[in-house]
Structure formats: structure tokens, C-alpha cells
């Protein structure tokens, strides 16, 4: 029989007061927030003071990886994302020169499969979003002729909605169970930005360091936006209502083992299914699904 200190038990997922906070820091606080150290406090019923030492213990002990403010970054910038045709002796290397040195790509993945189907020649996903001015068509060519990739698709999104990505909250959920609500249906527009809006989104999105998690999240970072508190907190407000941010997110350690052993998840996969407003129904956000009936239909994807 294992058993375990009281200092790893209070970085356990399982810790009956870390998975109350963690069902709600994970993916239940959306839009910016003043004080989302008391709204995670409101919803999990957890004192604030407890709410900011278990965050900080936890992403101390690696349980947590990162804690920030999300961005809705397909508001910001062309995206897609792009299916590549890679022979299998460079795949390993693509993947490595796609996510250690390109730096407009985002998640990298090769993807498994035993099946002789349409898709199966695409095994490297990668997304990926390019500054205004430039082209996604012509960077995917650049990223090619580094890589070897024979050929690529580009998959850019038409319409989306957020996907919850609460780990420790799902955990009780029975299968084909789903939520009364909706999910909301947004579209891919740009959202032009001023100067002003820039600076504080560049310091809004900064991950937080232990020593940062408080009540007082934003008056450093107004400091560092070289702003007034007043003006950040306005700025934040109006970029929120513009569809710009996303929410404020505990990110777990879910694919390596805890240091207490614990694995957060045992597979990671994209099986989400759902009606949504706008009258699309039962859309699944499985683009391989598409892949194998249609090799240049794009469909609905999702937020990370």
C-alpha cells in the first residue's frame, strides 16, 4: 500500500477542495474578469485565501502547468488548420521543425492510425496562424519545401464555439451525456485593434507566475501595459465584448505523470459532439471525419 504525504495530497486532482476549484478554474470562468481569483471562489464555494494557496501549490508541483488569460486568437488573425502529407522517415523531423522552430505554428500532432482510409496519408495536424499581410497558402508552401512535405491541406474554420476542457469536472459525467445549454455559435471575423488595445492584450495574455496569483491579478499587469488601472481594466472590458478573449484557465498537467504518479487522463482525443444554435446539429469536431469523405471540406472547429 502507497502512502501519501500531506503535502502531496494537497496537490492531488483529486483532493476533495483542489477538484472543486479545478471544476471551475479549468474552463467555467469565461470573458475577463476584475477579480477571477474571487469569481473561481464564488462558483467552487472555496474561500479565496484557500483558492490562491491550492493554485499556487499546484502549479508549484507541476500539477498545473500554466495559469493565464485565454485569447479568442482566431478573432486576431487568419488560422487554419492544415493536414500534411509528410513521408514517414522525416515525419519525426517535420514535427520537430513545426514546433520548435516555426513560430506561427501552434499545436503539433502526430496522429495514429491502422486503417486504409482516404486520410490516412495526412498523419502530421498542425494549426496555424500568420500575422495581417501575410498568407497562409504561402507560408504552408515555405513550411514544406523545409520539411519534405509532399502535400498539405488547409482547413480554415467557417464558424466555432468553445469546447470545455474541464478534466477533473468531466470525470463524473456518464457517456452521451451533455449539457441543457447550447453551445454558442461565433463567426471568424477579424477584429481590427488599436495600439492602446495591443499593449494590454500582450500583458492581459501573460502566463502567471505562483507569486502572482492574488485578488490584484491586473495592477501589475497595467503597470506593464504602462497604463493607468482604470484604463486596462476598460480596455480589458472592451476587448472582451468584442469576442477578443476567451477565459481565465487553470491548464493541467495532463498528458505526463504527476509527481505524485497521478495521471491526469489516460488517452487524449478530440470526441466531442453537441447541438449548437445557428442550426447546426450533432456537429463533430473530428476533421478527419470530414478527411475521409471530402479532402478539402472544411468544418466547425474548436477553441483550445
Same mark, same amino acid.
Given at each position: ?22 471544476? /471551475? ?120 519545401? !523545409? ?41 471568424? !471575423? ?73 495521471? /491526469? ?31 478539402? !471540406?472544411?468544418?466547425?472547429?474548436? /477553441?483550445?
Amino acid at each position: 500500500m502507497t502512502f501519501m504525504s500531506t503535502a502531496e495530497a494537497i496537490v492531488e486532482t483529486s483532493d476533495p477542495i483542489n477538484a472543486r476549484i479545478l471544476g /471551475v478554474s479549468e474552463d467555467k470562468v469565461s470573458g475577463f474578469h476584475v477579480d477571477p481569483i474571487g469569481e473561481i471562489a464564488r462558483l467552487s464555494g472555496i474561500a479565496p485565501d484557500v483558492v490562491i494557496e491550492r493554485i499556487r501549490l499546484m502549479l508549484l508541483a507541476g500539477t498545473i502547468r500554466r495559469v493565464r488569460q485565454t485569447l479568442m486568437s482566431t478573432n486576431l488573425a487568419q488560422g487554419a488548420l492544415v493536414a500534411w502529407q509528410v513521408p514517414e522517415e522525416r515525419l519525426s523531423d517535420a514535427f520537430d521543425f513545426m514546433f520548435q522552430k516555426d513560430p506561427f505554428s501552434g499545436h503539433v500532432v502526430i496522429r495514429s492510425t491502422d486503417q486504409e482510409i482516404a486520410g490516412a496519408k495526412y498523419r502530421l495536424w498542425t494549426t496555424l496562424k500568420v500575422p495581417p499581410g501575410f498568407s497562409l497558402e504561402k507560408h504552408c508552401t515555405y513550411l514544406a519545401s !523545409q520539411t519534405g512535405a509532399k502535400s498539405f491541406l488547409l482547413l480554415p474554420a467557417k464558424r466555432l464555439f468553445v469546447l470545455g476542457v474541464g478534466h477533473v469536472r468531466r470525470r463524473g459525467m456518464e457517456p452521451g451525456s451533455k449539457s441543457d445549454a447550447l453551445a454558442e455559435v461565433t463567426d471568424t !471575423q477579424i477584429v481590427q485593434l488599436s495600439a492602446l488595445d495591443w499593449r494590454v492584450l500582450t500583458a492581459l495574455k501573460r502566463e502567471f507566475a505562483p507569486e502572482e496569483i492574488s485578488r490584484d491579478l491586473w495592477v501589475g499587469r497595467a503597470r506593464e501595459a504602462e497604463v493607468s488601472y482604470d484604463a486596462f481594466i476598460d480596455t480589458a472590458r472592451s476587448l472582451s465584448a468584442r469576442g477578443v478573449i476567451g477565459r481565465f484557465s487553470t491548464f493541467l498537467e495532463h498528458v505526463k505523470p504527476l509527481a505524485s504518479g497521478e495521471r /491526469v487522463t489516460k488517452f487524449n482525443a478530440l470526441f466531442h459532439w453537441g447541438d449548437i444554435k445557428g442550426g447546426h446539429k450533432r456537429v463533430t469536431l473530428i476533421y478527419v471525419l470530414h478527411i475521409r469523405s471530402s479532402p478539402t !471540406q472544411s468544418g466547425v472547429a474548436s /477553441v483550445p
